[in-house]
């Protein structure tokens, strides 16, 4: 069956880095536009960065631009959230998912995972 399975998050402090890890099963990965999205505490699902399904475009969010870098490697069927200069406003629950584009809706999405936490400290 489909998985998705994010990996990396953990707590660390501003100006810290955080390097999520997304691990797709049960469907053909390169044929699907990737995306990462956030929640936090209260709030609605948001979008952060999408990567189309061969790597060549790459999509962000303007709070992300900049800071956060989206990446793939189709060869382990893995998808990527490379995150910098961190702040305490990034705290989130952060979600990988898989759709047909990539795009910031998040009701395009076909397939998700069950999200990691990302927490930073000031």
């Known amino acids: 069956q489909v998985q998705l399975v994010e990996a990396g998050g953990g707590l660390v402090q501003a100006g810290g880095s955080l390097r999520l890890s997304c691990a797709a099963s049960g469907f053909e990965f390169s044929d699907y536009g990737m995306g990462w999205f956030r929640q936090a505490p209260g709030k609605q699902r948001e979008y952060v960065a999408a990567?189309?399904?061969?790597?060549?475009?790459?999509y962000y969010a303007d709070y992300a631009q900049g800071r956060f870098t989206i990446s793939r490697d189709n060869a382990k069927n893995t998808v990527y959230l490379q995150m910098d200069s961190l702040k305490p406003e990034d705290t989130a629950i952060y979600y990988c998912a898989a759709g047909r584009l990539a795009t910031y809706d998040k009701d395009m999405y076909d397939y998700w995972g069950q999200g990691t936490q990302v927490t930073v400290s000031s």
């Open positions: 990567i189309t399904w061969s790597g060549g475009t790459t």
